[in-house]
């Protein structure tokens, strides 16, 4: 199990899916809470993709090589997830505070924060 903080990048398997649901392993951010963290076997996590056209209010860009990421990135906020920590295979790294902050912009729109 990796151990895993808000803001990390980690490489998450998120098979089986249904449907439209996000898929295969790939890079997600960690958004939950670090007391949640720390002591639940649940994290939720903002998954990444490589397709980053058609960006959106609710989508966050994160630049190739940020975090070991090897492509430029969207965060897809309407998919975000709970997962097991299970789930989790491998730390790539840290968002920046500037790229975290994008990230939350676009879950506050998705989920209709003020």
Sequence with gaps: MVAVRRGDVVVANL????GVEIKKTRPVIVV???SINQLSQLVVVVPLTKNIAHLSPSHAL???GVARL???SKAVTEQIKAVDKRRLVKRLGILP?????????????TLAFP
């Design 15 to 18: 098979d089986p899916t249904i």
């Design 32 to 34: 939950s809470n670090d």
């Design 62 to 64: 994160i630049p190739k």
């Design 70 to 72: 090897t492509f430029a």
């Design 97 to 109: 505070p500037a790229l975290l902050t994008q990230v939350e912009r676009a879950l506050k729109n």
